[in-house]
């Protein structure tokens, strides 16, 4: 049988290691250039990559304050083609996990003590918000390393709630296998994934149009974008810089804020919410008539939503019909200026309870 030609983000990956004469374990950072667009690539790769000795079963561990992540990785390549990774890797970052967060620091080796205390540091201060624990390797995924990595995020939700404030923290496991390192390289190299025609019915719209782009600026269902998301998954959101962090039960977690109010007070959703802002390769906008107006898209990513759009999908139920969001759908035609709507779209500062404070008469 012949040999399966390698794919384009496995040829793109080689080159990196040629140019830079990096192991393996290089594919953790490979991964995390092509989720985060990471500038000083050759930086990253001299800070991140802690494989080789005694490493404690962790090949990458990564720590951005600015963009509040953490990424530790167990990283595998296989020679051969193979149906599936060897699970036993992914329950290594069991140990992994153990040894950087909970460990005394004087116990772990020099190499790894330094990315350990960084990390530490930066959970205790509160600047770590998204953590992130990767399987990452060239192989399709299994149902067995699945389940090997829920238990790493019972081991890793275990681990940050010994910090004030770590259960507070986004977890995300996942195995980052060769199908997942082709959508990431796919999205770097396109920021609309999702092309299909898409097509919906709205109640009115306003339409602006420069001479770079045009807009319409309109309201959908939220059972429409529930569908979407149930559809595409994080495909929806390929040219987002966050993607849908998920919800928990707590009044400080805005996500969860959004489900209460999208099904306790639907009627009422329109005016609390901030809208959605996609990105479309083309649309064309119907007449007016008494059921309202059909809007056809071609293509289309969410820039700017993706916790609105995430947690309307998480509803245990279908919205209900009164439920309308507002939304813009921008076509731009220089790609300049869509990595500027990317990039200003999502540099809003975060509001804080004193913010909110600060109107009080007391």
């Known amino acids: 049988m012949a040999k399966t030609a390698d794919p384009e983000w496995l040829k793109a990956f080689q080159v990196m290691q040629q ?63 193979r149906e599936a990774a060897p699970a036993n890797k992914a329950s290594d970052l069991n140990t992994a996990l153990t040894w950087l967060i909970s ?3 004087d116990d772990l080796p020099d190499g790894l003590k330094g990315r ?13 918000k998204q953590f992130y624990v990767w399987y990452v390797h060239n192989l399709p995924s299994s149902d067995n390393v699945s389940n090997e990595l829920r238990a790493v995020e019972r081991t890793a939700r275990a681990a940050l709630s010994s910090f004030s404030g770590g259960n507070d923290i986004n977890i995300f496991s996942q195995e980052v296998c060769t199908d997942t390192l082709s959508r990431l390289y796919l999205q770097a190299e396109r920021t609309i994934i999702v092309t299909d025609d898409l097509e919906t019915v709205i109640p009115d719209a306003v339409e602006i ?11 959908v269902r939220g059972s429409w974008l529930r569908d ?60 007016r008539s008494r059921t309202g107006r059909r809007l056809k898209l071609k293509g289309l990513s969410i820039v700017n939503g993706a916790q609105t759009t995430g947690s309307i999908a ?22 300049s200026l869509v990595a500027n709507i990317v990039r200003f779209n999502n540099s809003q500062n975060k509001l804080q309870a ?8 007391i």
């Open 228 to 287: 979407l998301y149930n559809k595409y998954r994080t495909d929806l959101f390929s040219a987002n810089l966050r993607g849908y962090l998920g919800s928990r039960e707590s009044d400080s977690n805005i996500n969860n804020n959004i489900k209460v109010s999208a099904q306790e007070d639907p009627d009422n959703f329109f005016v609390y919410n901030n809208g959605v802002t996609a990105l479309v390769l083309d649309y064309e906008l119907g007449k």
């Open 103 to 105: 460990a005394n620091l």
């Open 19 to 81: 140019n830079f004469n990096l192991t393996d374990d290089a594919i953790g950072v490979f991964a995390i250039n092509l989720k985060f667009e990471l500038d000083d690539i050759q930086t990253i790769i001299s800070e991140a990559i802690t494989g080789g000795g005694d490493d404690k079963k962790c090949d990458v561990v990564y720590v951005d304050k600015e963009r509040q992540i953490a990424v530790v990785a167990q990283c595998y390549m296989s020679r051969r083609e």
């Open 116 to 128: 350990a205390d960084e990390l530490r540091s930066a959970i205790a201060a509160g600047e770590i």
């Open 314 to 335: 998480s509803l245990n139920s279908k919205p209900s019909d009164t439920l309308r969001v507002p939304i813009r759908f921008v076509k731009a035609r220089k790609d």
């Open 354 to 361: 004193a913010d909110f404070r600060s109107t009080d008469q």
């Open 209 to 219: 149009s420069e001479t770079d782009w045009k807009s319409v600026i309109t309201t």
